[in-house]
């Protein structure tokens, strides 16, 4: 069963991310991407799926797995997907799910910043240096969920290009001014350092089959940065 799900979850990563970059070369989704460059991410989603489905079920208990199918799910973001083709509906009056995914596309993006520093977090073993490191995983999570709950009753949602009024909106002002969006930034900046720390942290204790892989994982990211 477990099985079963895992590539269930790889093959939607993949279908959304194809129908994204089908709806580009049609015409029915506008962006500011090349085909080459639609093709590039739609091949970064499948990679991360993939080899996150193949860590998932190969290593019990590695949440490395779980947290690439995840970036892999970010990354093709079906909210952001229907509502690149339902634009000329959604600018009437949205139905629930159109409400749903403007309300995501203001905190969804950093789920991909928080899957990557938890990947390096949690590199190779899919575990933390130590049991004391899971502090960085709960105070994380914990901020992000706060900021995500009291964005829930800001103004509006939706990101810098596409706005709708919110219908339950309780605040007068976004999240991101009032004193979640502060606790939310700290912990972003908690989880980064962390994560950063927790690295080298790994590396002065490793042997040689460890070290090579985090270097490994450093020349991808380097290699990564420099190509975006």
Do not use: C
């Not at 139905?95 to 403007?102: E, H, L, N």
């Not at 942290?201 to 990211?221: C, D, H, M, T, Y």
């Amino acid at each position: 069963m477990k099985r079963y799900f895992v590539w269930m979850l790889v093959i939607l990563n993949s279908l959304i991310g194809f129908t994204r970059l089908i709806g580009s070369v049609l015409g029915s989704v506008s962006n500011n991407f090349s085909f080459a460059e639609m093709v590039s991410f739609v091949i970064v989603i499948v990679a991360f799926s993939v080899f996150g489905g193949i860590i998932v079920l190969r290593a019990e208990g590695n949440r490395i797995g779980w947290l690439m199918i995840l970036l892999g799910f970010v990354l093709a973001d079906p909210f952001a997907t229907y509502l690149a083709f339902n634009t000329v509906a959604l600018n009437t009056q949205p139905s629930f799910f159109g409400y749903f995914a403007y309300w995501t596309q203001g905190w969804f993006f950093f789920l991909i910043i928080y899957a990557i520093f938890l990947i390096i977090l949690h590199f190779p073993d899919g575990r933390p240096p130590s049991p004391r490191w899971n502090l960085i995983n709960l105070i994380s999570i914990t901020t992000l969920g706060q900021y995500i709950l009291v964005y829930t009753f800001q103004p509006k949602f939706g990101d810098s290009t596409s706005l709708v009024d919110n219908p339950i909106a309780v605040l007068s002002v976004s999240a991101e001014e009032t004193l979640s969006g502060m606790l939310f930034g700290l912990g972003l900046i908690f989880l980064g350092l962390g994560s950063l720390i927790s690295i080298v942290v790994r590396f002065r204790r490793a042997g040689p089959v460890e070290r090579s892989q985090i270097k490994w994982l450093l020349f991808s990211g380097i290699v990564s940065f420099v190509a975006t």
